[in-house]
């Protein structure tokens, strides 16, 4: 079992610059979260699916933010245009469909600057 | 809403036992649990609590008292490899899990 694979680890890109962020969760898990995470305010969900779709983007801080599941092996979280204040770890998550008590499986993270 | 709140920083002795509290406010409730997160690394899952009571795994312990919203995890006869940060999450009505801004350990020689 390889775990959750994100590329690519690091990411340094100027203000206003397209930045894509890739996931590949745990082959069989149904669920994918992007988490980003910050000291001041830890670990926030951006937006999570269940079978590729889109189940909450509550937590997408704006229009800025996009997030697709093409098919159940790959994930992409979008920021177009990108700022400083987008300067975070960006982490994908893959659970199965093994009940409320399935923990959640983290990638490596993004660290993404914006400078 | 939902809030998730835990003390920022601890520090303990190398062979001590320290107790790391997790108080929430959630809607709904379907779990908690507790994750250790290694400078620069990936959070690893370490426990899960639904029912009240004691979980025991090891050195490390996890309690939770559904009627207080009151959580603590407990490290016992500590190692240096402890020192990390350890995040206590909610599960509520959803399948969403979330996180406190978790608690930096770090344990001294």
């Known amino acids: 079992d390889a775990g959750v694979i994100q590329s690519p680890r690091h990411e340094v890109t100027e203000m206003g610059q397209e930045v894509t962020l890739r996931c590949k969760p745990i082959?069989?898990?149904?669920?994918l979260f992007w988490y980003r995470q910050t000291m001041m305010r830890g670990l926030e969900l951006l937006i999570y699916?269940?079978?590729?779709?889109?189940?909450?983007d509550s937590g997408m801080p704006e229009d800025r933010f996009s997030a697709k599941m093409p098919n159940a092996s790959f994930s992409t979280l979008k920021i177009q245009p990108s700022e400083p204040r987008d300067s975070a770890v960006y982490f994908c998550?893959?659970?199965?469909?093994?009940?409320?008590?399935?923990?959640?499986?983290f990638g490596n993270g993004t660290r993404l600057t914006v400078t | 809403g939902q809030n998730i709140d835990q003390p920022t920083e601890m520090t303990a002795t190398e062979g001590a036992i320290v107790q790391i509290n997790c108080t929430y406010q959630?809607?709904?409730?379907?779990?908690l649990f507790w994750y250790q997160q290694h400078a620069g690394e990936a959070p690893t899952f370490l426990s899960y609590?639904?029912?009240?009571g004691l979980e025991e795994k090891g050195r490390f312990s996890s309690f939770l008292s559904r009627s207080k919203g009151y959580s603590y995890l407990l490290l016992k006869e500590l190692q240096m490899k402890d020192s990390a940060s350890y995040l206590c999450?909610?599960?509520?009505?959803?399948?969403?899990?979330?996180f406190g801004t978790g608690t930096r350990l770090q344990v001294f020689p």
């Open positions: 699916f269940n079978n590729n779709v889109p189940i909450d």
């Open positions: 959630t809607s709904g409730f379907n779990g």
């Open positions: 998550a893959s659970r199965g469909e093994g009940g409320y008590n399935s923990p959640l499986h």
């Open positions: 609590n639904v029912l009240d």
């Open positions: 082959s069989g898990h149904d669920y």
């Open positions: 999450a909610v599960r509520g009505n959803t399948d969403k899990l979330i």
